[in-house]
């Protein structure tokens, strides 16, 4: 039992030679896999990629428990504002650990933890509305922003700050906890001038690597997740994918099929998962994969303009809205399958004898049918030259998602060595960011908002109202 990649549907004895992978393509890449491995592991050393080293801190892991009782113990609510990835691995570690309604329980059918919301965006009304919902008096914040000033985050913090205040009046800093940098920064400030609580995210971790850190740990173990077992299967996973030999280790080798086949012109990757709780992992994904691997230049800083297209799909539902396309549209995808062996509860399904069509079904159950759902999904898949693998986990737990997560981050590291980019920086992600900084006025950025005004000027605007 242990976390599995099937990828016989990935090979061209199954899909054909023009998408799929042949034996002699992976065993060409194994002296690079190699080197790229040599070097990760030098960097990984000096410090470069301190995510690595996560799943082992075990004296901030039990401070961040302990924390996480004390929270659970005083707060009714606890809300986190954050977005990308101080928001995404939360969610998808809640929605997997945490009852599914959760939120909807009561307070001893939660086992006495708090309501946990994540608020990643500034639509108006979504925020408006959470806010609706909540005590003030039993609710607490907790602000996540490494640089201290996301700009959607701020946002939220500053209104939420003045609706606590109007709430509770001078003690609204109680209801507020920082998690951001160790040492600069403006949340930093905030902590280190008006008294704020805070937690920090260590140095070198970005946000879509941030999930083992305070950024996630401290949310979810408030929440209840055990998060000893949660690192702990990331541990324990550690090293098998740190193994040098690209046949022997699964994210390596994950890594290889989908760069292999974006050579082949399958640019564009489906993650489907087979389970409601591991459909936000999904979501996760996304981000780590896209603003990992989308890049302009390569290490040499030739504009190569690379990087697979993450999308995400829910088994079964998917199956009745976009397989059609995955099945009969463009070659240009590569589906990876997410499922637990174990769903940890079945229903079976029950005779009915005025419906002697669906007599096929009796003594079964939706375990069966949900899995049988997957493999039937793959082999049809594969039969059309669909290329496509499943990863599986013995069952949905903390111990086996840290080790899923963990997987996919080492994975996306080497990936970004395949194709020659850096994984660990964002840059197309500021130009964005500094317009909108001048569009809203913050000083500094005037010539931002300039060549705003140039470029948005200086075209034909065509509107159609």
């Excluded at 000096?46 to 080293?53: A, L, R, T, V």
């Excluded at 046949?247 to 974006?262: C, D, T």
């Excluded at 190569?304 to 539902?317: E, K, Y």
Aim: overall charge negative; hydrophobic content about 45%.
């Amino acid at each position: 039992m242990g976390l599995k990649l099937d990828f016989t549907n990935m090979t061209a004895a199954v899909v054909g030679e023009e998408f799929g992978v042949r034996d002699e393509e992976l065993e060409a890449l194994r002296p690079r896999a190699a080197a790229i491995h040599r070097t990760l592991m030098a960097g990984r050393e000096k410090g470069f990629s301190p995510f690595y080293e996560l799943p082992f801190q075990a004296r901030e892991a039990e401070t961040l428990m302990r924390a996480g009782d004390e929270l659970a113990g005083r707060w009714e609510t606890l809300v986190v504002l954050g977005i990308g990835g101080s928001a995404l691995g939360t969610t998808a570690l809640m929605r997997a650990l945490c009852p599914l309604h959760h939120n909807l329980l009561g307070p001893e059918a939660r086992g006495g933890r708090p309501r946990l919301f994540v608020l990643d965006n500034v639509d108006p009304a979504g925020v408006g509305e959470t806010l609706d919902l909540l005590d003030p008096g039993s609710t607490l914040f907790l602000v996540v922003s490494k640089s201290g000033s996301t700009v959607e985050t701020m946002a939220q913090f500053l209104i939420a700050r003045a609706w606590m205040e109007e709430a509770v009046g001078d003690s609204f800093r109680d209801h507020f906890l920082l998690i951001t940098d160790p040492v600069s920064g403006g949340l930093r400030q905030l902590a280190k001038q008006q008294g704020y609580a805070s937690f920090a995210i260590p140095e070198g971790i970005g946000g879509r690597f941030s999930v083992f850190s305070a950024v996630g740990l401290l949310p979810l173990a408030a929440a209840g997740v055990d998060i000893r077992a949660l690192l702990g299967g990331a541990a324990a996973l550690e090293p098998r994918v740190t193994s040098g030999e690209l046949l022997e280790n699964p994210a390596y080798l994950n890594a290889a099929l989908q760069f292999l086949s974006y050579g082949k012109g399958l640019r564009i990757s489906v993650m489907m998962p087979y389970s409601d709780r591991l459909r936000d992992v999904a979501g996760w994904f996304g981000q780590i994969w896209a603003e990992s691997l989308g890049k302009k230049y390569d290490l040499g800083g030739r504009a190569v303009h690379v990087g697979p297209t993450p999308v995400s799909a829910l088994g079964t539902t998917d199956q009745h809205s976009q397989v059609q396309l995955y099945m009969e549209g463009p070659f240009d995808k590569v589906v990876t399958f997410l499922a637990p062996e174990d769903y940890g509860r079945n229903l079976p399904i029950p005779a009915y004898a005025a419906a002697p069509h669906l007599g096929y079904l009796e003594g079964q159950g939706l375990e069966d049918l949900i899995r049988v759902e997957q493999q039937a999904t793959a082999v049809a898949l594969a039969k059309n030259g669909r290329p496509n693998c499943t990863l599986s986990i013995p069952e949905v737990s903390a111990e086996w998602l840290g080790a899923l997560l963990y997987f996919f981050e080492i994975q996306t590291v080497f990936a970004g060595a395949l194709f020659d980019i850096n994984p660990l920086d964002q840059p197309g992600v500021e130009e964005g960011k500094e317009f909108t900084y001048a569009l809203m006025g913050r000083a500094g950025f005037e010539q931002k908002l300039s060549e705003f005004n140039s470029l948005a000027q200086g075209v034909n605007r065509r509107i159609l109202s």
